[in-house]
């Protein structure tokens, strides 16, 4: 599955552009404030429904317009192309749409390939809070195995039920016996999302450390550390032995929603003590392990979004980054300036000289201007 073009109409600062993109690395060249992040926006927007800058996708909507608007064009492997369509408008909400139809998300993510996003403000996922980083994690065990999406869903569901249980307890209605069928069905549910979980940041963590070491940082480690751990039945017994407990809270105190990801170097967390250029290179590391094991799956070809990525590391490092990055799976770059590109980068270049603007040099590209 292949991304062959993008067109935001509008999105943001850009009224109407539309790129074409080939199986490799394609890169967007142009000063700041051109609109190369917001094209980027647009491509994530159009995929997924969601911005990676925002959760109010109502800032995408241009300045004094009422809809935003940005679609894909993904080409299967059969080569039937497809188009996703995402808009949101201040009236009707978002919509999200396949070859003009609303259908369920599910469905979206199979006409689609696995998205993944570098970006600046992207750095919250190796320095904020766990939650995002099981978000994350969750993530890339709905791409890698898709049998596995819905264990996540199945989890907060059986959690949500135990916690609502707990607080009526907890209220004084009903006994705590109640809990019984409650700590069974997140036990039920907990097991199978550690366990897959474990299983994914197995197969991450050394590619993980490679890629780090690549960007120059030794004894990089990726460890999962559940909550929870067994089968459902010892997940059922500490629930069980927890109880009191969680009464007294009002919610479930110990489970896999409390999980983390952790990003390490030499043992100590990047979270807290990393450098801001460590932890961007923890984060390239992590999305380049997540590639690598997507590629050798071979049911889908990765596409990466790398947003001002090459202002963040030296000549010799963006070398190594363009060489792992033509290795496999399809890639879009960002840069203000074209010597920050490496040669093997530079193939496939779009140049947007004036905000909104696409030249048309590549001699594929077409665009009118904002
Ligand atoms: N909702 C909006 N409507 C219209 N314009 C917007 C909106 N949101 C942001 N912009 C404009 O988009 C421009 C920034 O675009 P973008 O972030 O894509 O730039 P860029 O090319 O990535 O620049 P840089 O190289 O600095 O990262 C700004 O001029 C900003 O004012
Ligand atoms: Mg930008």
Do not use: C, M
């Given at each position: 599955m292949l991304v062959t073009a993008i067109e935001a109409r509008p999105l943001r600062s850009l009224e109407r552009v539309r790129v074409p993109l080939g199986p490799g690395i394609t890169s967007i060249v142009g000063p700041n404030g051109v609109g190369k992040t917001n094209l980027v926006e647009a491509l994530y927007f159009a995929l997924t429904g969601r911005s990676f800058r925002t959760s109010d996708r109502r800032e995408l909507i241009p300045f004094g317009a009422s809809l935003a608007r940005a679609e894909a064009t993904v080409r299967d492997d059969d080569g039937i192309e497809r188009r996703l369509l995402a808009s949101v408008s201040r009236t009707?909400?978002?919509?999200?749409?396949?070859?003009?139809?609303?259908?369920?998300?599910?469905?979206?993510?199979?006409?689609?390939?696995?998205?993944?996003?570098?970006?600046?403000?992207?750095?919250?996922?190796?320095?904020?809070?766990?939650?995002?980083?099981?978000?994350?994690?969750?993530?890339?065990?709905?791409?890698?195995?898709?049998?596995?999406?819905?264990?996540?869903?199945?989890?907060?569901?059986?959690?949500?039920?135990?916690?609502a249980m707990v607080?009526?307890?907890?209220?004084?209605?009903?006994?705590?016996?109640?809990?019984?069928?409650?700590?069974?069905?997140v036990a039920d549910a907990a097991a199978p999302l550690v366990a897959a979980r474990a299983e994914a940041v197995a197969e991450l963590a050394p590619a993980f450390a490679t890629a780090l070491a690549e960007l120059g940082l030794e004894d990089g480690e990726l460890v999962y550390a559940p909550r929870a751990e067994g089968d459902a039945?010892?997940?059922?017994?500490?629930?069980?032995?927890?109880?009191d407990a969680d009464l007294k809270l009002g919610r479930t105190s110990w489970g896999p929603h409390l999980d983390e990801l952790k990003l390490n170097t030499a043992g100590r967390a990047l979270r807290k003590y990393g450098s801001q250029g460590q932890q961007r290179a923890a984060l390239l590391a992590l999305l380049f392990a997540e590639r690598e094991a997507l590629l050798q799956a071979r049911r889908v070809i990765p596409l990466l979004l790398l947003d001002d990525v090459m202002s963040e590391l030296d000549p010799g490092r963006r070398e190594l980054l363009v060489a792992r990055l033509t290795a496999g799976g399809q890639t879009l770059i960002t840069a203000a300036d074209e010597e920050s590109l490496p040669a093997a980068a530079r193939g496939s270049m779009v140049r947007m000289p004036r905000p909104g603007v696409i030249d048309a040099a590549g001699g594929d590209a077409d665009a009118e201007a904002a």
């Open positions: 009707e909400g978002r919509r999200h749409l396949l070859e003009g139809e609303a259908v369920d998300p599910a469905t979206i993510a199979r006409s689609r390939p696995p998205v993944a996003v570098f970006a600046p403000d992207r750095l919250s996922l190796v320095k904020g809070p766990p939650a995002e980083r099981r978000a994350h994690l969750d993530g890339f065990l709905a791409a890698r195995w898709p049998a596995r999406g819905e264990l996540r869903k199945r989890f907060g569901q059986a959690l949500a039920q135990r916690n607080s009526r307890i907890a209220a004084g209605y009903g006994s705590s016996d109640a809990l019984d069928v409650w700590d069974a069905g039945e010892t997940i059922r017994a500490g629930l069980r032995e927890r109880r």
